[in-house]
């Protein structure tokens, strides 16, 4: 399965298909398994998989069923499937190749469709009540956008996968928001003023109801308590205070958690059984009901070593944000990147003050230690290069005292080898 179909995260853009004739033929071929049970869309830059993840968790707590797609899967190929927080067997993904493998070899799906076929299928036969379909890239043309969910959602919007989606954020917005059904209502996470238009466009068109988060929750305060983090919002509706606290402790959850309020809020009111209550122990236990990997994961203690998949200059601005509201010595960087973006505006934005230590995942297309070393000089980052990621990382640690901090990411691939 992972050598014989392209796979993006393998070989990049010669993985990614500008139509979806193929998704369209395995649905056919599966009999439209995405029609037996019920769906939210989840798309954006940075987000999706905290605002994916915490919704689950919410409609677990609630007593649902729960299916939960995503992409890409850090440690083990199951995590893109999930019920109830549970990976798909071993044995299902096997039999399931087995038993299609000459209709796959017949239609040459790439990997993620395969995948999307899988998890529509697995979700069926599973009889969830209702699954969460994180997009993969874009929106318009992802193999997840043949579903009629109840909501669709789109994060937030900044660059990233250019050669693919647009240079410009307008031009990426368009493709986000090709999500956005006939009469299906949108919540949007962010107010931003480059590409509001083009959201309200797309929903005026589709007749669609369409909803910003930071319209419909204020946020108020945030804080560390206890190893959670604790966030009060006043509600626009009726200006009443939710308090809550949550296992994600980044920052840039703060922007999350308010999306994933606002979608209960609308699926409250389209007839879904969500409770204060439910929406509390939900929020409070993401990582635990789900499973969610490398949100500025704790991954050592003296010295403390985090892990953050942000790979974009959004993602990156938001980690050296959390970077600098925390008290430590000295500042390790453990940094890698895939060779197929712009990376000097990422590279400018990082810390000067801090010792990096350059690698490469162990995928085809990361960039190699020397080039990324050499780009990163140029930006007056200084460090030396490893062969491997968990090499750099023993690196750091060798090298950093107690109270320092050592960080590790740069790309979803490097942080995949360390949690």
Not at 96 to 108: D, G, N, V
Request: glycine share 8%.
């Amino acid at each position: 399965m992972f050598t014989k179909l392209p796979m993006f995260q393998r070989t990049g853009q010669a993985a990614y298909k500008a139509n979806l004739d193929t998704t369209l033929a395995l649905d056919d071929y599966f009999n439209h398994p995405h029609k037996k049970f019920k769906t939210i869309h989840v798309a954006g830059t940075n987000g999706k998989g905290s605002v994916s993840h915490t919704l689950a968790s919410v409609l677990q707590a609630s007593g649902y069923k729960v299916g939960l797609y995503t992409s890409p899967h850090l440690r083990d190929f199951r995590e893109r499937i999930k019920v109830n927080g549970e990976l798909v067997s071993e044995d299902y993904v096997v039999e399931f190749i087995r038993k299609y493998q000459t209709k796959f070899e017949e239609l040459t799906p790439s990997f993620f469709e395969m995948t999307v076929a899988m998890a529509f299928d697995f979700f069926a036969k599973q009889e969830v009540d209702i699954a969460v379909i994180e997009v993969g890239l874009g929106g318009r043309l992802d193999s997840t956008n043949i579903i009629s969910p109840e909501l669709s959602v789109i994060t937030n919007i900044s660059k990233d996968h250019t050669n693919l989606l647009g240079t410009e954020l307008v031009q990426i917005a368009g493709e986000k928001a090709g999500i956005i059904k006939k009469g299906i209502p949108v919540v949007i996470g962010e107010k931003q003023e480059e590409v509001m238009d083009v959201f309200l466009k797309f929903a005026a068109a589709k007749g669609s109801d369409l909803l910003f988060s930071e319209d419909q929750y204020k946020f108020q305060s945030s804080e560390l308590i206890n190893g959670k983090r604790n966030l009060v919002y006043q509600s626009a509706a009726n200006n009443s205070i939710v308090n809550l606290s949550c296992d994600l402790v980044g920052c840039y959850q703060i922007k999350n958690i308010r999306t994933a309020l606002c979608v209960c809020d609308q699926l409250k009111s389209r007839g879904w059984a969500i409770s204060d209550r439910s929406i509390q122990q939900g929020v409070s236990e993401v990582v635990k009901r789900t499973g969610l990997l490398g949100r500025w994961q704790t991954i050592g203690r003296a010295p403390k070593v985090v892990c953050d998949t942000g790979h974009n200059v959004a993602g990156i601005k938001e980690i050296i944000e959390q970077m600098e509201s925390l008290d430590y010595g000295k500042l390790h960087v453990v940094f890698g990147v895939v060779d197929d973006k712009d990376i000097n505006e990422i590279l400018e934005l990082l810390p000067k003050n801090a010792s990096y230590y350059f690698s490469r995942a162990n995928i085809p297309r990361a960039l190699d230690q020397n080039i990324l070393a050499n780009k990163a000089k140029a930006c007056g980052l200084i460090g030396n290069t490893y062969l491997s990621i968990k090499i750099a990382l023993e690196a750091a640690k060798k090298n950093a005292q107690d109270n320092d901090l050592i960080f590790v990411g740069g790309s979803t691939f490097v942080v995949a080898e360390v949690v």
